[in-house]
Nanobody, 121 residues
């Protein structure tokens, strides 16, 4: 069973930076996509960024974070990171780590418990 634990959230002023980490336990395949999603109060969960396998992995970002956030992963440590720079108050949300796995024709999603990011103006 895959378990994900996020860390690195907190309170920061607008224009500041935070680095989120997500450590996975259990079997993680290099073919698993890893990513970050956010959920603001009263809104649906939405994509922030995803990254495919570490070797030549491709990153995909929401338009709202392009140029400010960078996703990376370390397969040896089974960890995915989200470096968040130039933070804005509208980035305030709970951030969730995700693993998306395609296995024998089925898709499996694993989620962490979330970490709160609050950006003050």
């Amino acid at each position: 069973q895959v378990q994900l634990v996020e860390s690195g959230g907190g309170l920061v002023q607008a224009g500041g930076s935070l680095r989120l980490s997500c450590a996975a336990s259990g079997t993680i395949f290099s073919s698993d996509a890893m990513g970050w999603y956010l959920q603001a109060p009263g809104k649906q969960r939405e994509l922030v960024a995803t990254i495919t396998s570490n070797s030549g992995g491709r990153a995909n970002y929401a338009d709202s974070v392009k140029g400010r956030f960078t996703i990376s992963r370390d397969n040896a440590k089974k960890t995915v990171y989200l470096q968040m720079n130039s933070l804005k108050p509208e980035d305030t949300a709970v951030y969730y780590c995700n693993i998306n796995r395609l296995w024998l024709g089925k898709t499996y999603n694993y989620w962490g418990q979330g970490t709160q990011v609050t950006v003050s103006s």
